[in-house]
């Protein structure tokens, strides 16, 4: 074992902070060329040929389809240990408003969720971390494809991330409008809810709106369902658990145009209804699962309709291992200052889908404020704060070093 101390925190954010300007061109160039789910081309060649930069002993392109994964020893012998940070590197089908000189180049898509800058933290950390190497064990770099929508996650788990890449513990951040620009929220549990997907699809008969005693109408079954679910949260699970249910489409019939007379009024033969259900503990998800598929079945045949009810558990709930909760505390507050943590944040109802690396191993998801009066996540004006580059790139060098340290 060398004689050589951990750099503290804030020699750390120091070190950084002298290629904040290298960062802050990464992130603006990754900004000005978004690339969706698994389409990730262009921005993995980007961050393998930086990892190559860096001196990284290893770097993989290609995990989980489109991921990246750099591999870095460091300079202490006799440590197995490994941690595993991860960076999430899609782009968003959204339309940019804004009007900063690096905005997408690319019609329709955007880096609306700050995964721009995720990526360009990771690599902060790994250039830094390569630099200095004063730690023992292997960290590996985890670069994922398609967070939005895609589940990238599973796919590298199933790509066999975790048995080419053994890592002890896993990490991840998510920048976080509304809180102070960097501030850090970590809590000790849970942090994003899970998601569930629900279609329903209400099969009647179709007739003349006329006479609608011919018909079985599913659009009034429909909208019988659609009120009947508000009650599955609201009358079937114990007031002091957390869950959300929410129908976001309904869909029956012909296109309406507002104003002009339909030329044939029918009862449509079938109407479809799409929700999600969002919980943290496993009973409430598996109530919600149950009551939405009875309120469907009975509701509809009790208007003489059928219900064809679909349910699909898409991410599970974000739940931080507290130890590992405890680790990124510690780092955050010996870096920020115990004032810049927070550790009793109430939990998002939004979901993540680093869930399924945190059911493989134990680590911790925490979120770095970015500004209160910035445009939200998703949002068309949203351009990730450069400021807090050096911060974020500080924490997960740090949180790697302290996760491998004896
Ligand atoms: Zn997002
Ligand atoms: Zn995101």
Redesign the pocket.
Known sequence: MSLVLPTPGADTLRAISDFHPFLSAFRRDLHAHPELGFEERRTAARVAEALQGFGLDEVHTGVGRTGVVGVLRGRWAGSSKSVGLRADMDA?PVQEEGDCAHRSVHAGLMHG?GHDGHVTMLLGAARHLAHTRDFGGTVHFIFQPGE?GHAGARVMIEDGLFERFPCDAVYALHNWPSLPAGTVAVNPGAMMAARDDFWIRIEGVGGHGAMPHRAADPVVAACAVVAALQTVVSRNLDPALSAVLTVHSLQAGSAIVHGVPTQSVTVPPHADIAGIAKWFDAPAGETLRKRVAEIAGDCASAFGTRADVRYLPFLPPTVNAPPCAELVRRAATGLLGAGRVFTAMLPSMASKDFSFMLNERPGAYFWLGVGEDVPG??HPRYDFNDAVLPTGAALLATIARDALAD
């Open positions: 968003l969720c939005e996540l998703h």
